[in-house]
């Protein structure tokens, strides 16, 4: 049995340290273990504590970490993981209010003006989106589709394109939409459509940041004290747009894709643009 605690809980987690040094407005990651049964059945006893036990670990790290801004919330429980939500509430009521995003999510159904109702649908269609026996963590919807595909290690699933809304990405989603995520220009921590050098530049910035916290985490470090880190050192710099067929390193970064996926990712960027090298 996994045991969780706040220290596994919090020290794995990388994926989230973009959004813990203010230079990402939320993140997405699945913490692993069994939180849903795989057939939809009744939740179990072992799950039920399970989860209580994940939500008492999250409980403490919002009490460390809700004063700097930032919070983190359970959006569905997955046979293979709980999908995690950690987001700085002011910067993404924000970043929701844009015309850009509030036009897309009003088409489908959110109320941008309310962040909390917003979170709630979101989790009710990646549950509704899920081939697994998902449950939302925001009430008792469960997956309505058809069950027939068991859930694997991977837990395959088909989130809202619209998610990508929800991590930092305006024109991007709006574009892997409407190209059917095709006719990308580079891939990275998304598919880009649009700022090639913008987004060159956020791709190392958010690998400069989870880099350095991983670093100063591992020293000793608190949740708190990662969540004082200015975002000033890690500020995105211009790149020059880079041409297809460059020779390519590859670095650990979290990726929105257009299908949903917020898993680590291997993904490919010029050489040139890793650490130490211009």
């Not at 159904?109 to 990646?126: F, K, M, P, Q």
């Not at 024109?171 to 060159?200: M, S």
Request: some cysteine; glycine content about 6%.
């Amino acid at each position: 049995t996994r045991t969780i605690d706040i220290q596994r809980f919090s020290g794995s987690r990388a994926q989230l340290l973009p959004t813990l040094a203010g230079i990402k407005p939320a993140s997405l990651f699945t913490y692993p273990g069994v939180y849903a049964d795989q057939d939809g059945s009744s939740v179990t006893a072992a799950i039920e504590d399970r989860r209580a036990r994940l939500l008492n670990v999250i409980a403490r790290c919002n009490h460390e970490l809700n004063p700097f801004g930032i919070h983190l919330s359970v959006l569905v429980w997955r046979p293979c993981g709980a999908l995690v939500y950690a987001y700085r509430p002011n910067s993404l009521a924000t970043y929701l209010a844009d015309p850009r995003a509030k036009t897309a999510l009003a088409k489908k159904g959110y109320d941008t003006g309310n962040l909390s109702a917003c979170l709630v649908h979101l989790a009710s269609r990646i549950t509704l989106a899920s081939n697994n026996a998902a449950e939302c963590a925001c009430g008792q919807t469960r997956c309505a589709l058809d069950q027939q595909v068991c859930c694997n290690n991977d837990c395959a699933c088909e989130f809202p394109h619209e998610i990508g809304y929800f991590l930092g990405t305006l024109d991007d989603v709006y574009e892997f939409i409407a190209q059917r995520g095709e006719n990308y220009k580079i891939f990275g921590a998304w598919k880009v459509y649009t700022n090639v050098e913008q987004a060159l530049a956020t791709f190392d910035a958010y690998r400069a940041c989870t880099q350095h916290l991983t670093f100063i985490y591992q020293q000793g470090c608190s949740l708190a004290h990662l969540a004082q880190a200015t975002d000033r050192t890690y500020k995105p710099r211009p790149h020059a747009a880079q041409p297809k067929g460059l020779n390519m390193s590859k670095i650990a970064v979290v990726y929105w894709s257009g299908t949903g996926n917020t898993e680590p990712w291997q993904t490919s960027l010029p050489r040139h643009h890793v650490r130490g090298r211009r």
